[in-house]
């Protein structure tokens, strides 16, 4: 274990002694780390690191430590919405507003049919909500569009592992990131998404000096700084450079043939498609000096451990599962996985959108059962008691389908769960459109920007106000304890679930109601039937078991009763046709393969290699938009702020949303520290500060997404394009194109004023005023002479957050 | 000739339209078009004889499940894939924008057949027979 000792981060406001500390797991990203939370007089007042749990040894990130001031919110949603006739939301009781979705549900079905309902859930709730969605969607509506924002986030993540070893379950854990030599972190900006995971990594680094870490990123990140070896691609070209990569592994000798030719499939495809990728050619695409190429091939060539992990820089990218899978590629082919140290650890963004895909939430089956296999489809039927041929069935749709399909007029009813679109989701305008013309359901604690398309809202208890699971990003199921009553008149995601389905009168096959469970516990009971004999089996926890353990990697059953700390030691792989999650998807095109072509590739038990073809970025800059555009986060703010921005530190710590701008691109813009520009897209625009620097490349501009309001102008989303991975149809938020503008006015200089006094006028200083008008000194400014002022200049310092503060 | 006939020959011209269409382009999502398209044209050259040697009875489903199931979920990529060429190539116009009505109204017309054939084999084989062939979207109002 990297944790030497344990230190526990507490952060409470309370008069006096706490009541009680309530056993529960941190909400907000996908590390998963152990918590209690502090409860007094009925109310949640703060937060301290579990200090047994082996995740994080009581430390916790910043996010963490200020998720509860959400909960006492003074702008809590407290009873449903509907709006009017008028256009407004009004007030109304839980009777009208799930009488209202009922009949509108209903009607949906029976003039559109079932594939007319939607249902876009989230990556932030529990197991054993993502399970009941899965059951009334599949076996209750019969529909087939079960999607939810982990589309986002952590897709590729479930297709790549589908494509390379049959099933979900990403193979290495965070015990592996402990005891490796070399870490790759491939479009993983941990310092600033996982703070408390990266903390684990540097505290070793600083003790041991190892692993030897590899950072993968176009921008300098606070992650790249502490990197052995950054490779600073450009956007765009992550497969350009794992092909370049892998050509020197095969080059060089140091494919480890018997585990390749005794546990692999697919040799020969995958080594022709990286032939022809010569350093100098991976290079010449990524940018990447050949030296700095040879020396990855070689540390990776050499290394006898390596653990990979992606994050949203390879799932957000052009090529996004075809990169992720070449990252397995790279594993298999030598040999580096399955044993201490070893494996790719293919992130998740979300606290639990791991337990989404695992349930069945969205994508395929529950229990990762493949969706066109018909075997799998009567195991479904049989445990939830309904006819097979009634279960949707086939490949699934994403979110950018499912908006192609109300545009279409096709989908007419959206139930959102836990999840704020109008922010998220790429080329936004474009989504609300689609979104105004139909019903919409939202449940959510707060009237997020997605309240502007809702018809119904309905408002959730949120974390420490609800029992259940979560999955994090290395398979680590942990509990989450119910520490206080939701505020009255709010309900949790599954008393809503429950009630709808019961509205809704679904029923199994001999008439009973299909949903028989009616508390968490219960209907975890009945979803570790549903895992029995699967890669996730969870046939051996209970939630008092859970507790006890701090949290268990599935599989955990009579064979593993401890958890599963690493998958595939025994080199087996989940590739029967009869047992694999998929038939997996061609390779470049992301056409599902029928149960015969998949059959004919004669897998079975090995793990499948891919020819990795590179396909260059759907948009890329051009002569109206010369600037390459990338968003993400920061390490002070989750995804769309709506818990983060309540939280006075953080938000004090990055209240508005800025434009990084290599500073070679700002002088040649004569643009000034903190100027406001608009950055203009072939889809819309914002006006931000400019926070000038080297942290991104010269030609590359980055844009924070937290920052959604309507009114604010400063929605990274304005910018991004709506295309998806073919395989994994994750949007592809890294890359687009843009412009900077200038938003400047004119000041005619009269008589005698100094440069002091026109600086003063429109409050600047006298340097930003010489810069923005490219003059060396106060004395070239003459009477009479025009120039350019920016329209605002606002200073955006974000503090840098110091991980390590206590030695462990 | 059976009941598939007319509608796969009308495919077929739809997709050897588009790959015509679309040989001189260069965006990178007319590179998966056309590889979607080259295999559902290599699926409808396995297809179209099997057609003759059928003409008076029902086709063989099993002979013809292969080459329809690549069909039909190529069909399923390439359609959003050409929904994001359209709006790239009016957010940067090239040459290939002027192409745009075209190649939609190929997709529709594909797309038309597509549903029709889901219809008749719905009605041939009954449901339950082509229920992991045809994906669900193709086939109606489903209840
Ligand atoms: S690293 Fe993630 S799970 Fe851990 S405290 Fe921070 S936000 Fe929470």
Redesign the interface.
Known sequence: MSWQDERIDMNVYSQGEVDRWVYSTCNICSVGCGCHVAVKDNQIVGIKGNGNHPINRGRLGPKGENQWYANNSPDRLLTPLIRNHAGQLEPASWEEAMALIVTKAKAS???????SIAIYSTGQAYLEDYYTIAKIGRAGL?T?LLDANTRLCTATTEFCLLQSFGADGTPASFDDVDVTDTLMLFGHNVAETGTVLHERIMQRKEREGHPYIIVVDPRLTLTARNADLHLQLRPGTNVALLNGLTHILIRDGYVDQSFVDQYTIGYDQMAAAVQDWTPERSSEVTGIPVDQLEEAGRVIGQTTSMVTTTLQGTFQS?DATTACVAINNMHLLRGLIGKPGCGPLHMAGQPSSSANRTAGGVGTYPAQRNP?N?QHIEEMATLWNVEP?TL????E?GI??QI?MIEEG?VTFFWNIGTNPMVSLPNRRRARKALEKIFVVVQDPFLTETAKVADVILPVALWGEKEGTMENADRTINILRKAVEPPQGVKSDLQILLDFADRMELKDKDGQPLIGYSTPEECFEEWKTVSSGRPCDMTGMTYDKLEQSNGLRWPTNDQHPEGTPRLYSDYKFPTHADYAQSYTK?Q?????L????FVKKEANGRAILHPTRY?????QP?Q??PMWLTTGRLVWHWHTRTKTARAPHLQMAAPNGYVEIHEDDAAAMSIVQGEVVRIRS??GWIEVPARIGKAVQKGLVFVPFHYGSWEGNQAANELT????D?LSKQPTFKQA?CRIEKLRKEHIVIGEESAEYIAEQYNMTVEHLLQANRLNTPYDIQMGQSLEVPISVLNTPVPPYIPQRGRA | MNFLTTHLEQISHDVNQILEKTEPMK???I??IR??TH?QREALDHLLPLQESDQHSNPDLDKI??YL??IY??N???E??M??WV??VE??PSFETEYVEEIESLYRSVREQLNNIADLMKQHYG??AI??LI???YL????
């Open positions: 079905i029976a003039k559109q049919g079932s594939n019969h087939h052009a066109m018909p041929d949707p069935t086939g490949p749709k950018e389908e192609d096709k061609d470049f095109s992301g056409r599902p029928s149960h015969d072509e396909l260059a970025p759907t948009e051009n109206d938009y072939p889809r394009a709506d295309f998806t073919p194109a | 965006h990178p999502l590179e998966l590889y979607t295999e499940r292969p199931a690549i979920q190529n399923e990529v390439s959003p894939t929904r994001a709006r790239a957010w940067m449901e339950a229920k992991y994906p669900s979207f109606g109002v489903q209840v």
